[in-house]
Structure formats: C-alpha cells, structure tokens
C-alpha cells in the first residue's frame, strides 16, 4: 500500500510542471486523492483533492484557476498540472488518500490515513 510523488524540479515563475502520484496496493476508484503543500515554516495546506468514486474535485482560492487535478484509472495515478507558477507555490507537495475529500470552513481537511514521502517543487522569479 503506497502513493509515490514524482515530478518535481525547479521552474522559472509563469512556467508549468506536472506532478503524478501513483497509487498502488488499495481500492484506488473508491479513493479520495489529494494533493497537500508544505512550505518552509507554514503549516501544511490542502490545495486540491478528487473523489474517484464520482469525479468530484476541489481547490484551495490560492491555486484555483491555475493548477488542475486528473486522474487515470488505468494507470491508477492522479496527476497536478501546474500552470502559472509563482515563488509563492515553491514547496513539498504531498499527495494523501483516503475516502472522502473532507472539506470544513472552505478548507481541505487533513485526515488522509496513506501519504506519499513528497516531491520538492522551487519556482524561481
């Protein structure tokens, strides 16, 4: 049972990466996904998380409009595609599994039980 990151690297501001997080040992389509982000001294942050059961999918404000959640189920892995990056965006990015994106007071709660050990993303102005 694991979820392994990939996809991280360093980007100028305004560029694009594409994270995958690869599922692997679990009921992958009843499975809620997310991505989280830690950033140096800040709290860890959920930013995006998809219901496999129904396609359902959620952003934080901060990234809305620029980042996109998918997922193949052939490959049971959940990709982030991140467009328009900025320094702000520079962290490990984490993706987690469970059943259910958990949402409270507009934010993704943190109570994924499976995470995956992170990939660095630095974006450079």
């Known amino acids: 049972v694991q979820l392994v990151e990939s996809g991280g690297g360093s980007v100028q501001a305004g560029g694009s990466r594409r994270l995958s997080c690869a599922a692997s040992?679990?009921?992958?389509?009843?499975?809620?996904i997310a991505w989280f982000r830690q950033a140096p001294g800040k709290n860890r942050e959920g930013i995006s998380c998809t219901t496999n059961t129904d396609g359902s999918t959620w952003y934080a404000d901060s990234i809305k409009g620029r980042f996109t959640i998918s997922t193949d189920s052939a490959k049971t892995t959940v990709y982030l595609q991140m467009s328009n990056l900025k320094p702000e965006d520079t962290a490990v990015y984490y993706c987690?599994?469970?059943?259910?994106?958990?949402?409270?007071?507009?934010?993704?709660?943190?109570?994924?039980?499976?995470w995956g050990q992170g990939t660095q993303v630095t974006v450079s102005s």
């Open positions: 987690a599994a469970d059943w259910s994106c958990s949402i409270q007071a507009g934010a993704l709660r943190d109570l994924f039980g499976l």
């Open positions: 040992g679990f009921a992958f389509d009843e499975a809620a």
